[in-house]
């Protein structure tokens, strides 16, 4: 059999498998495993998401939860149902046409990915002009801004209010589905030839220039996919939580994604699913570090806030100590199970 | 390489359920409260009369009542989370909590979709429990609140009143907008409304503004930190009309940092107060207790709503003959003239409790009740 | 507008921007010598302001030797912060050592929300600074005129201390090549220590005026004075302490007469800063009184 042919036929059994997997956990399990499980899949595609902007195209960007908010917003107010919407707007009314268009699930997350791609070209207009510390700096100013500014755009947004009600769509086929998507949209983009310049900038920006390229226009390109799946991200997010409001949107949240993407592997697809998995769960299971534990007889009793501490003690030693992350910048193929030994990975 | 992932999730989630488990024995009431966080001194408040009113009725229906605090961090997504771990992981039969309307709403979604009854114990957004079946509060609402807050300045003789708003606080908008709606029902005058956002310490360029359009009377329904700091840049800078706050307000570290600059300042709250003139029997059984329990801290509106909330779901459980949810349900639906520290409770259709409003100010250094209000809507 | 409005505004202004000059001061030093934005910078500030609250409070110290320690165990505290989080990165690519920065900003914070629960705390202010001066219709805090004082007199200090003596020379060695200056003979992390030393030293004293002005402390007490007073660094030319001080008045000032002159805009406040440093970056990123950084090949 031809490795391609092999690779793609694994694929497809994978996807079987895992779509056969869904249905058990999602008769078998409880709600709250499940809520962790599409926790894990939103995290997982935000963490892409940031990790093609940052990770393999080397521009360090800190307002993801911008583009969270957008995607959320423009998709919980297709989504609302009009009575809703007339209920929870106590301040002033929603302005019109917003307050009688409705989307199916499908189309709204996709146009709330949309929203936010389309502000993702508008600011790398000007912000991608930047590099390094300042890029993360503008575009962490550009998330505040967005906040700021839900936060006074009462007639559309509801203000602090936010939106409540909204319908609870969000289920583990929906999260995996587009996780699923978004794994395999970003991997074949960095496998591509798009991919190899991207990375080429990354590596070395003003050798790419010299090289011919027209860096610009592959950063915006990068960042408008990114902003896209990070608005998709956002929009599940919503739809899962069903309540949203500015105050969600802040720096923390956009800490939590670069915390996901560092513990991967800044480059590495399989880095952030894993680490997606991982922090996901790691950030539930801290929640005992708060709980009083008894051991014996003894009692110890919950510090309230250890959780917050230790996540944050952890991705210090991880960028102490293991700054390549899970993967560093190697990826997980067939190819690896079938030979029987590591490979570099496509993405070196 | 996605499924291994989701097998590593799903074997780590098992162990931690296998922590878990419910027995039949013992009564389980979760409790989530934000006792980390921007709103954890309301939330600590509350937990602290949970606990007396545990301590003072630990059984119910023959069985040992069990309580499990879960901290929902003052963050939306912690509270939803916190919520889903009770009633999944904790199988409780009730939840009391939260301080917080927002929070109150992310765990309210989840509690409704279980069938878990709980009883909210200071969120007094009115979305709280709009087309809610399962969530109840032992407080009033803040259109209530708002149009008591515009009643009391306008009979003490304000006819011009200003704002200022925390843009990024849902309570802060929600209670400014009652207050101005009852105020200009009432025929006064709203002369000025500016804003700001939480995290902001420095509104000297807003008071500024107001202060040059000369009002009776400054509305302002922040949380107690911002509120102190602001009503004594509103002094520094000579403001001499009347301050007016919300519930947020009624906290014992309000006096100590705003110290001299917030004499004369009132606010809503529920009624309750340890200074209260004329004390039911009940209120003086809480402050005597809480004194015996406590000796260092103050007894507070927001430790009697706590108190109130856990006897409100054993009186529940003691009318249904029960613990099942839905028993517990419909009885605290029926809750009727149910007498309680801050005062006899009665559910309403849309399951708020009607009980009056307090009005307190700061005389002498001190919180002073001055007595309650009933706003004509 | 009346004149007695508008000069009001001008002090109230003046207040809030030599605040912010003050915390710049000291972000703009760690920037200029490490390149590095020190995120944790406006945690650092917040445990100096506690510290002189635990000093006076809780063991009743008079304020002089309660700020002198408080500065003290700020300052230690961010040369510990370097040696354990920044220094085994100086090798590393930069934006590493920016996420180590966050990951300790978040972890100061946690920390003291755990040790000093999240809830604010009130602060004393001494007798002389409470009294406030009436000029007809204008009235001025003592703090308004004591706070520019304290900058100016900062930043002269700094001026010498970088121009003038041995370690200020290495110290401007360093931010032009660190490599070369290792290989000059020079201890390059005692004097990058003592850059965090300083700058700590300096985050301190702004906390406490901040605590001062705004009289209580609580953990995340840091956070939106950091941001802004990294924005006034920017403004001001990041690197260029005379710059920082600059760029603090000129910010407090933006957003005090915006609000003076635009109140409807008041809920957007917290966004001028932010438009303000966009704007800034794309213009002219070296800010108003910044060297031209090289870009290196």
Known sequence: ?348 | MKYGRLILGVLLVCIMAGAAFASEDVIRIGVYLPLTGQMAFGGQLELDGVKMAHEAVPEVLGKKVELIVIDNKSDKVEAANAMQRLIEKEKVHAVIGTYGSSLAMAGGEISEKAGIPVMGTSCTNPLVTQGKKYYFRACFIDPFQGAAAAQYVFDNGSKKAAMLLDVASDYCVGLGKFFEDQFKKLGGELVTTLNYQSGDQDFTAQLTEIISKNPDVLFIPSYFAEGAIIIKQAKELGAKFMIMGGDAMDNPEMVKIGGEAIEGFAFTTFPYDPSMPEMSELQAQFTEAWKAKYPDKDSNANSALGYDSYMLVIDAMKRAGSADPEAVTKALAETKDFPGVTGSTTMNATHDAEKPVGIKKIEGGKQVFVGTVMPNL | MSLAMFVQHFFNALTLGSLYSLIAIGYTMVYGILRLINFAHGDIFMLGAYFVFFGTIAFKLPWLPAVLLAVAASSFAGILVDRIAYRPLRDAPRISALISSIGVSFFIQNLAIVLFTGIPRPVQQPKILTGIMQFGAVRILPLTLVVPTISFVLVLGLLWIVNKTKPGLAMRAISKDIETTRLMGVSVDKIIALTFGLGSALAAASGIMWALRYPQVHPLMGSFPGFKAFIAAVLGGIGSIQGAMVGGLLLGFIEIMIVAFLPALSGYKDAFAFVLLIIILLVKPTGLMGEKLEEKV
């Open chain 1, 1 to 348: 059999m031809k490795r391609t042919t092999r690779n793609a036929l694994c694929n497809l059994l994978l996807l079987a498998a895992g779509a056969a997997l869904l249905l058990w956990v999602d008769r078998t399990f409880d709600r709250y495993v499940v809520q962790v499980l599409n926790l894990i899949a939103i995290n997982t595609i935000l963490a892409l998401s940031l990790n093609l902007i940052y990770g393999f195209t080397g521009m360090f960007s800190l307002g993801h939860a911008g583009f969270m908010a957008v995607g959320a917003y423009v998709s919980s107010l297709l989504i609302l149902p009009q009575a809703q919407k007339q209920t929870i707007y106590i301040l002033k009314p929603l302005i019109w046409p917003l307050s009688v268009l409705q989307a199916p699930f499908f189309v709204a997350v996709l146009l709330g990915g949309l929203a936010a791609a389309l502000f993702a070209i508008l600011i790398s207009v000007p912000v991608l002009r930047l590099g390094g510390d300042y890029l993360g700096i503008a575009t962490l100013g550009f998330a505040e801004i967005i906040r700021v500014v839900a936060n006074n755009i009462v007639p559309i947004t509801n203000g602090a209010l936010g939106l409540k009600g909204i319908p609870s769509y969000a289920n583990l086929w929906w999260t995996y589905g587009w996780c699923a998507l978004a794994v395999i949209f970003i991997a074949r983009l960095v496998q591509s030839n798009t991919g190899n310049v991207l990375k080429a900038i990354r590596d070395d920006e003003v050798a790419a220039k010299a090289m011919g390229i027209d860096v610009f226009k592959y950063k915006v390109i990068s960042f408008t996919v990114g902003g896209f799946f990070a608005g998709i991200g956002g929009a599940l997010l919503a739809s899962l939580l069903t309540t949203i409001d500015p105050k969600m949107f802040t720096f923390m949240l956009t800490f939590n994604v670069l915390m996901i993407v560092v513990a991967g592997g800044l480059g590495s697809i399989t880095g952030s699913v894993l680490s997606g998995a991982v922090i996901t769960v790691l950030l539930e299971w801290l929640r005992f570090v708060e709980n009083p534990v008894t051991i014996g007889g003894f009692t110890i009793p919950g510090v309230p806030g250890m959780r917050m501490v230790v996540f944050s003690l952890a991705l210090l030693c991880i960028i102490l100590f293991r700054r390549e992350g899970i993967m560093g910048m190697r990826e997980w193929s067939w190819d690896m199970l079938f030979r029987g030994r590591t490979r570099g990975g496509e993405a070196r």
